[in-house]
């Protein structure tokens, strides 16, 4: 089912062709707007009801879905509670989760970002990110390559001694982390080469958890950036990396005097392409587990792609035998903005179908007695529908969302704002509008007025502290504010109130293809047997 464009009853547009998660296929950190979750980081929590109350009706648009996705779910809804006489409303639903092994680590709302690593628009857009993961407790996973790519970073005796681009990502974070959530560092085949675990165990030492890098859902190979520089592509070259096309051919570096070539790709080597069995694979790891282990790592997790059903035995199996902390699986949603799009779009296996099986698979290993490792599932995923619909389908072992895209919007939305209302912040921040687009504006022309979540960040910090925050956390808090109240809602319909309450029979399938696929039930035939008994008594 295609989604929508506009959406009337929000008052929403995308810019582009919008992709399953509503957001377009395409972000631009310039865009000046709007689609459901740019707008939701200026009003937060306002954003789940239709605009003009009062003068309106509205009526659901989602009543027909079709084919096998997040779309074709449908979120139960009950009339009873749990009967222990308590007066409930949706505002006390329990946001907080914990994942990990004991004592888990809590997360305040069930959700971790996708990895952000080498690409400019991470760098560029991190203090807003950061800053609003570390002020609401989100797990923040900075991504592969950070290090390798800083010309600042220094090596000795072919390992990494600093890294100053790496070690401020962490710094940010850690400056407003709260004591929930935490940081993520990846580490990629060219990482493990350069030292990264030892560096971390050395300079950061229980500052981070490590996260191994199997793949991800955008692509089939190794992670990527663009270089524009001759210059750069040679350095990149030098330190290891396969540079396509080689800047360091003579004819190719004339291509570029000339106009011909203006463009590099940097790209990872690839894992295990050199292993040719599981059980080669499986030794590799667990000796890889052994090593970080042995460095001080107390938090491990491993993140895999939508590689296939093989592939993702071999994560769920590896996860479980290493005790790990986490497995993220990301399904074939996309990413920060060098993955080939055809391959975006043709390889893998979609979402919802590598989420159903993920399940499938933990629940055989529990069945063998067994304990996988808690799961976060992500790929495409944005709002707080997708958020409920994830967590009900991997229950009970997946504890986190990943949401990727979805959480650089309020970094570009706080960072475009914020070079408007202080031009000589502009440059720092990356501010890409001349003025305020008219969805902004006619809020206001102060962050206070701008942002609906503002007020209770000051409340908690204080003006001096709230002012000195970089706007694209205030957004980014702004947005938890609607992605926390809509999950309430949903819970609270559902007569669930904490988030760890979630279970498999809370998302049923919307038609007879996906309850076949992910072993959901129909949700015509769901509850039916005690509603027969009902009738009859």
């Known amino acids: 089912m295609q989604p929508q464009k506009t959406n009337d009853v929000l008052g929403t547009a995308n810019r582009g062709t919008p992709a399953e998660s509503g957001l377009c296929t395409l972000c631009r950190a310039d865009c000046a707007g709007k689609c459901e979750t740019w707008l939701s980081c200026l009003r937060g929590r306002d954003m789940l009801y239709p605009r003009d109350f009062g003068m309106i009706t509205a009526g659901s648009a989602n009543i027909d879905p079709q084919g096998v996705s997040y779309a074709s779910l449908r979120l139960a809804g009950r009339v009873l509670g749990p009967g222990d006489d308590a007066e409930r409303m949706f505002t006390g639903v329990d946001l907080a989760a914990t994942f990990g092994r004991d004592p888990g680590l809590t997360a305040g709302l069930p959700i971790i970002t996708g990895a952000l690593g080498s690409t400019r628009v991470a760098a560029v857009y991190w203090n807003g990110l950061a800053v609003g993961c570390a002020l609401c407790g989100v797990p923040l996973v900075i991504g592969e390559n950070v290090a390798g790519i800083d010309p600042r970073a220094e090596f000795k005796n072919g ?14 974070y850690r400056q407003y982390a709260t004591g929930a959530g935490g940081i993520l560092v990846q580490q990629n085949v060219e990482d493990a080469r350069n030292g990264l675990a030892e560096f971390l165990a050395e300079s950061h030492a229980g500052e981070v958890a490590i996260e191994l890098k199997w793949g991800q859902g955008a692509k089939s190979i190794g992670g990527e950036i663009k270089v524009g520089s001759l210059e750069q592509a040679r350095f990149l070259a030098s330190r290891g990396y396969v540079v396509d096309p080689d800047p360091d051919d003579p004819g190719v570096a004339q291509a570029f005097a000339d106009g011909a070539v203006r463009a590099f790709a940097r790209h990872s080597r690839l894992g295990h392409a050199d292993l040719g069995d599981f059980e080669r694979l499986r030794e590799s790891f667990h000796a890889t587990v052994s090593r970080l282990l042995a460095l001080g790592f107390s938090r491990i997790t491993l993140k895999t792609g939508a590689y296939g059903v093989e592939g993702l035995a071999m994560a769920v199996k590896c996860a479980a035998e290493a005790g790990l902390d986490l497995l993220t699986i990301d399904g074939a949603g996309g990413g920060t903005g060098m993955s080939p799009w055809n391959m975006m779009d043709h390889w893998g296996v979609p979402s919802l179908h590598l989420h159903a099986k993920a399940r499938e698979f933990a629940d055989a290993l529990s069945r063998r007695g067994v304990k996988p490792a808690d799961m976060a599932f992500g790929g495409g995923l944005a709002r707080e529908d997708h ?19 979805a959480l650089m919007i309020p970094a570009f939305v706080g960072a475009n704002i914020e070079g408007v209302l202080f031009p000589e912040k502009r440059a720092a921040v990356n501010g890409l509008w001349d003025t305020l687009p008219k969805a902004v504006s006619e809020r206001g022309t102060t962050p206070e007025a701008i942002f609906a979540g503002y007020h209770a960040l000051r409340k908690r910090l204080g ?35 904490a988030v760890t309450e979630l279970a498999r029979n809370d998302v049923l399938a919307a038609n007879r293809e996906t309850a076949r696929e992910t072993g959901l039930e129909h949700m015509a035939e769901s509850g039916l047997e005690q509603a027969r008994r009902i009738l009859e008594a």
């Open 463 to 497: 003006e001096a502290e709230t002012r000195a925050l970089p706007l694209g956390a205030v957004a980014f808090c702004t947005l938890m504010d609607k992605l926390g109240a809509g999950i309430q809602q949903f819970l609270a319909g559902m007569r669930r109130f």
């Open 159 to 172: 390992r990494l001694s600093k890294a100053p681009e790496l070690s401020r990502r962490i710094a940010v």
């Open 387 to 405: 958020i409920v619909k994830a967590l009900a389908l991997g229950a009970p072992y997946a504890k986190l969302v990943c949401l990727g895209r």
